[in-house]
Nanobody, 125 residues
Framework: VVLVEAGGGSVQVGDSLRLSCEGS????????MGWFRQAPEKGREFVAH????????SIADSVKGRFTISRDNANNKAYLQMSDLRPEDTGTYYC???????????????????WGQGTQVTVST
């Protein structure tokens, strides 16, 4: 399984970005997909996850109303649409994948099996 993120960059407060995550070496539609982020000297923080069909999503309270997660199984991609970006959104954003086998705490990084290399998002005032 290989996950490759793209779409990060340096933006101003209030701007928008769309991150993408392309999966390969996997049956993409079998996997739950997630996004986490990590600021310097902080732990990896849950952002959002989406089930295999795209019908069920979960968004962290810190970004609810500003970020949305989606997926395109035909093209093996997951997306994180980020709007109204704030300085506290700065960090490295990671895509994650797992095949859920039970009701697990998907807001915890430890339950995810596969990770991308990350893409940097920097929000400046």
């Amino acid at each position: 399984v290989v996950l490759v993120e793209a779409g990060g960059g340096s933006v101003q407060v209030g701007d928008s970005l769309r991150l993408s995550c392309e999966g390969s070496g996997m049956e993409f539609s079998y996997y739950k997909m997630g996004w986490f982020r990590q600021a310097p000297e902080k732990g990896r923080e849950f952002v959002a996850h989406i089930n295999w069909s795209g019908v069920l999503t979960s968004i962290a309270d810190s970004v609810k109303g500003r970020f949305t997660i989606s997926r395109d199984n035909a093209n093996n991609k997951a997306y994180l649409q980020m709007s109204d970006l704030r300085p506290e959104d700065t960090g490295t954003y990671y895509c994650a994948a797992t095949i859920p086998t039970s009701d697990q705490p998907f807001d915890e990084a430890r339950v995810w099996d596969h990770w991308g290399q990350g893409t940097q998002v920097t929000v400046s005032t």
